[in-house]
């Protein structure tokens, strides 16, 4: 009887650190000084605005909450808005919300905003359909197409030392990587630095796993865990502009762990590289679209 575990992916852990340019030039400065890194107290604000929209008293202190989230990064901002949008007892927050989206700019707010077109407040109904007017307009306007380098994978002894039965690990990073990308219709793949012109501009993206780790679980499943950092630079110049991050765990059945193969280790493994690429990705893509956004503005 077969009883080789079935590989199921159960989680996504998705994390993004976005720009931390200060933070990078103290410690590069002054190697001796302590520096508490900017986006530390970034996510600190950024939580306490969250925490105000959602629990706030005051429908006021609410609104202006939305009207502040609405500056944030779209990975950060898009669910509490809508979620306010949908939720929240004030007309004047929810009014907020729909406002904020629309300022957020990005198509996958329209399934809350079409929700908000029903609204029992007429103000929020009118609100919610300039939203949708607005992002349907610019969901159907071609794109600038964002230029990405993917580095080639470091060389013998370059990169994270993790113990793995995948085959080639950089390499296979990189091709996950270029097949994630390649499903964008907004990003242009480039894969060597000579075909970029000096007077365009461009990213360039570098991976690493910077941990695959493995153990029994108390359900006796083996969790295969892997997380990657992505550093993005500015082109030319090679400026790093920010650090986004994905993970994902794997699990085989209940009570297997102890009879799991290699070869079912190996495609443990595999899933989570996968999975934590495909998690990545998402975080790289959104990172991407607000450099775009930042500079039309």
Known sequence: MDRRPTAIF????????????GALVALLVSPGLRVV???????????????????????EARRQAAIRISKLDVTVALEPLMKALLADRSPIVRAACADALATLGTPAALSALRAATHDENAGVKQKAEAAVDKLTKLAAQPLEKLLVLISSPPGKGGGAKVATSIVGLPQRLRDEFTRELKNSADIELRDDPKAIESSESAFAIESTVTSLQKRTTPRGELEVSCDINVTISLLPGKRV?????GGASTFSPRDSAARVSKSQV???????LSQAVQAATENLLSFLR????????
Not at 241 to 245: D, E, L, Q, R
Not at 290 to 297: A, D, L, N, P, V
């Open 10 to 21: 159960l989680s996504l852990r998705m994390r993004s650190y976005l720009t931390f340019w």
């Open 37 to 59: 890194p900017q986006h530390l107290y970034a996510q600190s604000r950024d939580a306490a605005l969250i925490q105000t929209l959602h629990h706030g008293q005051d429908p």
């Open 241 to 245: 502009v920010g650090i986004v991050s």
């Open 266 to 272: 190996a495609d443990l493994e595999s899933q989570a």
């Open 290 to 297: 607000g450099q775009r956004k930042t500079k039309s503005h």
